[in-house]
């Protein structure tokens, strides 16, 4: 019925490690084939529009969307540490269409390159847990479970510039819209909006948020936010 989506797994690396991107990790490794160099927003969202395009809706719905996994070297490790990178991927996995997967440990922060380090055993002594991205990673699966339209809902491309990326997802007339920045500093947006009343960021910060026929925001960089 579906499958492991690394289709979308290799954009989110390429984008989301940005500059961090670990090339030594990721060419070595044959499930990224074809990852060169980082992305920016524009062709992340053409490989996503592309990616979302392959399949009937009803196969892509249930796609297994994964950052990682026994076969690959961890995330983390390919995006040289950087936890932001993280955050962010983790953020658009669980609002992206099919079903996101967590392959163990990534939720506390834990590395690995090739097989067979990216299985080492869990660390269970909590003191060497990452407590805020284990913290941020329940946020962002609570919003998820509170969402319908981030599990059914229709997918949207809003926005793809300067080192931005945007989207909203609708379900029975609620839209939730999801921005992510990966450069290094605020950006503006300014993206269709189809409500009379200005969202709320649920998830992560917004300044200067204020509807005027388009939707207008400034995401932090570095961050990602949700609104709705």
Not at 21 to 34: I, M, P, T
Not at 80 to 99: E, H, I, Q, R, V
Not at 123 to 148: A, F, G, H, S
Not at 176 to 193: D, G, I, K
Request: overall charge neutral.
């Amino acid at each position: 019925d579906a499958q492991m989506n690394y289709e979308v797994t290799k954009p989110m690396l390429a984008f989301f490690g940005g500059k961090y991107l670990d090339k030594r990790v990721v060419h070595q490794q044959s499930n990224y084939h074809g990852i060169h160099h980082a992305i920016d927003a524009h062709e992340f969202a053409n490989r996503i529009d592309h990616n979302l395009g392959l399949y009937k809706k009803d196969i892509t719905y249930a796609q297994l969307n994964l950052l990682d996994s026994h076969d690959t070297p961890r995330f983390l490790s390919c995006v040289g540490g950087n936890k932001d990178s993280l955050k962010l991927a983790t953020l658009f996995m669980f609002s992206y269409p099919g079903a996101p997967c967590i392959y163990y440990g990534n939720e506390i922060g834990l590395d690995g390159e090739h097989d067979p380090d990216c299985r080492k055993s869990f660390p269970w002594d909590e003191n060497k847990w990452d407590k805020e991205l284990l913290q941020y990673t329940r946020e962002v699966i609570d919003l998820r479970k509170k969402n319908p339209a981030l599990r059914r809902g229709d997918y949207r491309r809003l926005w793809s510039a300067d080192g931005i990326y945007a989207f909203s997802r609708s379900y029975e007339g609620k839209t939730v819209v999801v921005a992510m920045n990966v450069s290094e500093t605020p950006q503006r947006v300014h993206v269709t909006y189809e409500a009379n009343r200005t969202p709320k960021p649920v998830l992560g910060a917004a300044s200067e948020i204020h509807l005027d026929g388009r939707l207008n925001f400034t995401v932090p960089p570095r961050s990602g936010v949700v609104l709705k």
